[in-house]
């Protein structure tokens, strides 16, 4: 019976991978053709000529360079966002290593399960729990995604006031959406330890008492008003280098006041993928960075060269600074992978380390 249930389970990830490549590769497609799907006409129609295209290329390199050196340091600046949400000192070579590998895993390996990487190299490596590691984290990306929604929400008094009017609806759902999680981790943070220490002094349910535990000591920054203050200010740099990054991008494609909707492109991309896992993030990034920068009155071309280097400079970019850590720190990137020894026991982590009871 096991052989054919594994068997089942092979089937449905090869299924589910081809299937997200053929709907990534549909999603990708939208930058460079128009789909006529009324059924006169050809399928597909390119928006222009591929060729020119290509030989147009090169002539982007003068504002390539700048995003990806803003891409590459985010590492850093990740790194000194995170100890704001860490009660243990943690060493800035160290939180630098793992915010690396953890952004090497993300753009490098499929799953985009970066942060998770890097919350169990930091329970790993500084004896910290799992689950305290992950909500640190869970903490710095909150904060970065409140900072995103500000500057998002300051767009509309630029230069694109007007054409930023039409996604009103859109922008009210996603500041509705961040403050209900900021609300969320604020609850969890005050009342997960109490209703942790209420279950342990009934004796029932003790792994569920300690995740809670767990929980409540990786969000606590969130407690206080001073802490979460502190980690938002942190969150400001990564969050501005990477909106001035895709700027800087979009004015280098001819967009007049490009600079000043980085912000708005970056959270349509925080947004459509938001969610790990999801198996057509590179085909979801095309459509939403060339719908975007097209809407922002770029001519498609230009919204295919800004969809295609500005992908292409953040994973080069991003992966080069990873591989230098994964180097630094002597993994094999096998480890890293799906079914390597460290993946798997970070899965472990997640699935029974996590939430065995606290030790008296």
């Not at 002094?201 to 995740?211: G, L």
């Not at 400079?313 to 390597?340: E, F, N, P, Y």
Request: charged share 15%; proline share 6%.
């Amino acid at each position: 019976m096991r052989l054919p249930n594994a068997g089942g389970r092979t089937w449905l990830k090869v299924l589910g991978g081809v299937v997200g490549l053929v709907l990534s590769l549909l999603l990708l497609s939208t930058a460079f053709f128009k789909w006529n799907l009324s059924g006169s006409g050809d399928l597909l129609t390119p928006r222009f000529p591929l060729d020119k295209f290509v030989r147009d290329l090169p002539g982007h390199l003068v504002w390539l360079v700048p995003f990806m050196l803003l891409q590459a340091s985010l590492v850093p600046l990740r790194a000194v966002q995170w100890q704001a949400t860490l009660r243990k000192h943690i060493p800035f070579k160290d939180r630098f290593q793992m915010v690396g590998i953890g952004v090497f895993v993300h753009n490098a390996l499929p799953g985009k399960l970066g942060e998770v990487t890097r919350s169990f190299l930091l329970s790993r490596t500084h004896n910290i729990p799992f689950i305290r590691s992950l909500g640190s984290v869970g903490v710095c990306k909150l904060m970065e995604f409140a900072c995103l929604m500000l500057l998002v929400a300051l767009s509309f008094l630029g230069p694109f006031g007007e054409t930023m009017a039409h996604f009103r609806t859109e922008l009210h759902v996603a500041l509705s959406l961040c403050i209900g999680l900021v609300a969320l981790v604020v609850l969890l943070a005050h009342w997960a330890a109490p209703l942790g220490r209420w279950l342990h002094q009934r004796h029932t349910m003790p792994r569920v008492d300690s995740f809670l535990n767990h929980v409540g000591e990786g969000l606590g920054t969130a407690r206080s008003f001073k802490g979460m203050a502190k980690v938002f200010f942190f969150s400001i740099f990564p969050v501005f280098a990477s909106a001035l990054a895709y700027g800087l991008a979009l004015h280098g494609v001819h967009i007049p006041g490009g600079l000043f909707a980085g912000a708005v492109v970056l959270g349509a991309i925080s947004l459509g993928q938001s969610l790990p896992g999801v198996p057509a993030g590179m085909g979801i990034y095309y459509f939403v960075t060339s719908w975007a920068a097209r809407a922002l009155g770029s001519h498609p071309e230009d919204a295919a060269a800004f969809a295609t280097l500005t992908h292409l400079g953040t994973v080069i970019s991003q992966v080069a600074v990873g591989a230098w850590c994964v180097h630094r720190s002597k993994l094999r990137i096998r480890d890293l992978r799906k079914g390597g020894r460290l993946a798997n026991a970070a899965a472990h982590h997640v699935a029974h380390e996590a939430v065995e009871p606290a030790p008296p």
